[in-house]
């Protein structure tokens, strides 16, 4: 029998059982839908992830306070307050330092804001003019805090774009306006350039202030809760940790590093653990995704034993009439192979589907993973094949005088 028979007569088998064929493919299309749609939201997010740490600054080392733990990043970062604006003073005129192209020290807690009837509550950054430099920041209208207001701690703000949206709703030019940080009345000279993000992690959502201001005059605090430093290329970054490290023992009078009283981090680092926790919990939500797709092969193999059953004196009529044992086989697996290969290309279709209205509603990342579809290809005609060859083989084996008997 050729083989675009056994397809035909496959097809059309199919077709007769419309009920059973369709709960069998709708356990692949879950399973391929799935794995489509997870990869594609482990990947968005690790994307998303990924360009919020770069945003942060390029080559950027960040200095914290608090206790380190045997060569390890030391827990509670920035719970310290073991830095002062000394201490980024020094690694920035230092001789021994030759790595460091700029320095921005940071006193951040949160405040409340309020203007006129509108308040609300958010992360206050006690900066200096340095700071846009470091952290690759830029100002959309007005000015950014400079070094006259530091050295004179003037009560000046500059506001991110969701605390000027927040604080003027009315859509008014927040610069020249005056605001209250904790009831003390201070002049909006600047709004930032959006950066993205969310919750905590909203970098739209803060107001910057003085480093001085911040210290003296809002939070009393002598001391830094971080300090961002830019060095002069990647290629110095650990040659920069080295130098600002040695330097910070030395002020801080520690005679080994096991014992320093502060920790300093790149976004290298930053980055490769985020990529390592997003990568795992990607594969986690994949691997959960897998099973269904195991439990989909194992429903069209049960659909397919149910075929064998129903069609016994078929199959022995066949075989008494001379057909091959591998004919047998490859008819059964056709219609299994079919099965997935429909419920996959559905599969692949609606996972894609889902992942894009998905980022639309979340106004996330949209990304589709071309291994994602290839492996979503594979595993189907896979599933087809291994759940469909024991069906294929038991009905290949029938001896056919005890087929053509059964009832």
């Known amino acids: ?18 009920l059973r064929t369709g709960l069998a ?15 594609s939201l482990g990947e968005a997010t690790q994307r998303s992830v990924q360009d919020q740490i770069q945003a942060l600054g390029s080559n950027l080392l960040t200095v914290s306070p608090g206790s380190q733990s045997s060569g390890a990043v030391r827990g509670a970062a920035g719970g310290g307050t073991t830095l002062t604006y000394e201490d980024a003073k020094a690694i920035m005129s230092s001789a021994d330092v030759t790595t460091v192209h700029n320095v921005s020290p940071q006193l951040s807690k949160r405040a409340q804001l309020t203007a006129s009837s509108n308040n609300t509550n958010t992360q206050v950054i006690g900066v200096t003019e340095a700071y846009p430099s470091v952290n690759s920041i830029s100002v959309e209208s007005g000015s950014f805090i400079t070094n006259q207001d530091v050295l004179g701690m003037t009560k000046v703000v500059v506001l991110g774009p969701t605390t000027a949206a927040t604080l003027f709703p009315d859509g008014s030019d927040p610069v020249g306006q005056t605001i209250r940080i904790n009831k003390n009345a201070f002049r909006v000279v600047g709004v930032t350039v959006s950066k993205g993000g969310s919750g905590f992690a909203n970098r739209d959502d803060v107001a910057f202030v003085p480093l ?57 680092d930053i980055l ?53 044992k591998r ?3 490859l008819q059964f697996l056709i219609e299994a192979i079919m099965l997935t290969f429909v419920g996959g290309v559905i599969g692949i279709v609606l996972g894609v589907g889902f992942s894009y209205v998905y980022s ?15 492996l979503a290809f594979v595993v189907s005609a896979g599933i087809g094949i291994l759940f469909g060859w024991y069906p294929a083989s038991r009905a290949a084996n029938l001896q056919p005088i005890e087929a053509l008997r059964y009832e």
Do not use: C, W
């Open 25 to 39: 493919i709708l356990g692949i299309v879950i399973g391929i839908g799935s794995v489509i749609a997870l990869i």
């Open 360 to 374: 639309l509603l979340s106004q996330t990342l949209f990304i589709i993973s071309p291994y994602a579809v290839l």
């Open 212 to 268: 001085t201001t911040a210290q003296k005059q809002l939070f009393g605090s002598n001391y830094l809760s971080n300090i961002s430093i830019s060095a002069k290329s990647a290629e110095v970054m650990t040659d920069a940790q080295n130098q600002v490290g040695y330097l910070l023992l030395a002020r801080h009078k520690i005679s080994t590093p096991a014992k320093a009283d502060f920790s300093i981090i790149s976004q290298s």
């Open 272 to 324: 490769s653990t985020a990529s390592q926790t997003t990568g795992s919990f990607t594969a986690l939500l994949s691997g959960v995704a897998a099973i269904s797709l195991i439990v989909g092969g194992i429903g069209i193999m049960n659909i397919m034993l149910v075929t064998v059953n129903e069609r016994t004196r078929e199959i022995g009529l066949r075989k008494a009439l001379g057909a091959k």
């Open 1 to 18: 029998m050729e083989i675009i028979e056994l397809i035909t007569e496959s097809l059309q088998t199919l077709i007769r059982n419309k």
């Open 327 to 329: 004919i047998i086989i």
